[in-house]
């Protein structure tokens, strides 16, 4: 390794290979620290090729699911901590290193250019750069025994509290391992499909599986929805005809699945922006909804609604897997305000609901506050409600909650690469009233 870290190599003018990529990373990192999603950064690596912005947005992630256990090893090796810039091309190479199983040759080599690349203060730690990333490289077995990043305690505590420390665990050592790419099937799926087809009806490909190329994308014989938010519509088990209301539909997974069952489905979501990605969905995939763009607290449908599902706005604590930057741009605060929407949205779902129809109330949400203590109270509110067991293929007994909810979370599943955290509860208005 020694000759393929020599310095002179960041002054011949030649790019490492995957510089571009790294280059899209750092700045996809550089975003999340000002407090940016990945997704909101994403246009900031709109003039890379797309392998590079798909490779760049994989570095991130990776670095984003590990960047605790990076420093752990890193931090011990300095004197100091450096400026942000640098600490970022110490833990992107870091990264590379030991979790992605990349050559320290190509890695180093890299960090280093990039690190020259930042002007004057870049090219004099380069060489503390190089000399810190070389030990990194040896440095397997430390990285090994490291725990998976913690969640932060605002969202630690409460799942704890809730399932106790080993689920805790379990949960962060599932959001290290990232998730798969799962598809919804609209009927039959294309014969010649990859993939391992799960007991729930979903269908599971590895991550980074390019979706475009897959058989029956054109066509829009599928689409992609992770195995846990699929469950909201399975459990509300639409039937074909009924009037069903999506009421927060955008990007329209749940809409999709409605409309496939062949329920005449409105589509309710209060950003017009996002629910032109519901139409977009529904023109690929062939199926019909009407949408509305609209708050749904002031929305009330014509006609008798056999069923409301009712995904509400949450934390997306359930998600982490694939939104790796969540826990560092939230600090939980705004949970009091969204568990208020979250309340009204169920009283207004129950108002416009037909007696005997059934709500499903969901949330990508790891936060009992979300769903478990949410529903208690919902309970509480309308005592003419009753809880209906969730009854879809797949759904193991030990997801079953005492209250009758479906609580899903990523450490389910871990030798099938695990699923999102979605809490779901499915009610009938009973014919009283509520
Ligand atoms: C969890 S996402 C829904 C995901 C969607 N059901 C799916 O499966 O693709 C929550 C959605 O609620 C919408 N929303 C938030 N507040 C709303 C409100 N008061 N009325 C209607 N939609 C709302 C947001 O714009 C967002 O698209």
């Given at each position: 390794m020694g000759q393929a870290l020599n310095k002179s190599q960041g002054?011949?003018?030649?790019?490492?290979?995957?510089?571009?990529?790294?280059?899209?990373?750092?700045?996809?990192?550089?975003?999340v620290d000002e407090g940016a999603t990945l997704d909101e950064a994403a246009a900031l690596n709109e003039r890379l090729a797309p392998p590079d912005r798909a490779r760049a947005r994989r570095l991130a992630l990776e670095v984003l699911r590990c960047t605790q256990p990076a420093d752990a090893v890193l931090m011990p090796l300095m004197a100091r901590r450096p400026r942000p810039d640098i600490l970022r091309i110490l833990r992107l190479a870091t990264v590379e290193m030991l979790a992605l199983g990349e050559a320290p040759h190509g890695a180093v080599n890299a960090a280093v250019a990039l690190t020259r690349g930042l002007g004057g203060k870049g090219q004099a730690a380069s060489g503390m750069v190089n000399a810190v990333l070389?030990?990194?490289?040896?440095?397997?077995?430390?990285?090994?025994d490291l725990p998976a990043q913690r969640m932060p305690d605002w969202l630690r505590k409460p799942v704890a509290a809730q399932w106790g420390e080993d689920i805790a665990l379990a949960i962060e050592t599932a959001h290290e391992a990232g998730a798969p790419l799962d598809l919804t099937p609209k009927g039959a799926m294309p014969e010649d499909m990859p993939g391992e087809a799960l007991p729930t009806g979903s269908y599971r490909l590895a991550s980074g599986t390019q979706v475009s190329v897959l058989p029956g994308?054109?066509?829009?014989?599928?689409?992609?929805?992770?195995?846990?938010?699929?469950?909201?519509?399975?459990?509300?088990d639409p039937q074909p005809g009924?009037?069903?209301?999506?009421?927060?539909?955008?990007?329209g997974g749940k809409t999709l699945q409605l409309a496939a069952a062949g329920a005449e489905v409105t589509a309710v979501d209060i950003s017009q922006a996002r629910l032109a990605r519901v139409a977009e969905n529904l023109a690929r995939c062939g199926l019909s909804a009407t949408l509305v763009a609209g708050d749904a607290l002031d929305w009330r449908s014509d006609a008798p609604l056999d069923a409301v599902l009712l995904d509400a706005p949450c934390s997306a604590t359930g998600t982490i897997r694939r939104h790796p930057e969540l826990p560092r741009i939230r600090d939980g605060a705004g949970l009091a305000e969204l568990t208020e929407l979250q309340s009204r949205l169920i009283d207004h779902a129950l108002d416009i609901l037909k007696p005997g129809g059934r709500?499903?109330?969901?949330?990508?949400?790891?936060?009992?506050?979300?769903?478990?203590?949410?529903?208690?109270?919902?309970?509480?509110?309308?005592?003419?409600?009753t809880v209906e067991p969730p009854q879809a293929p797949g759904i193991d007994p030990a997801w079953i909650t005492p209250q009758g909810a479906l609580r899903l979370r990523p450490d389910l599943w871990p030798e099938r690469g695990g699923m999102d955290g979605f809490f779901i509860l499915c009610l009938r208005k009973t014919t009283e009233g509520t």
């Open positions: 002054r011949s003018g030649r790019k490492p290979a995957g510089d571009t990529a790294r280059m899209g990373a750092l700045r996809l990192l550089a975003a070389r030990k990194v490289s040896s440095a397997q077995n430390i990285w090994a994308y054109e066509a829009g014989d599928w689409w992609v929805q992770d195995a846990a938010a699929a469950m909201a519509v399975r459990v509300l009924e009037a069903i209301a999506d009421l927060c539909a955008a990007p709500l499903v109330y969901a949330t990508c949400s790891l936060l009992p506050a979300e769903g478990e203590d949410q529903m208690a109270a919902a309970l509480a509110r309308h005592p003419g409600l």
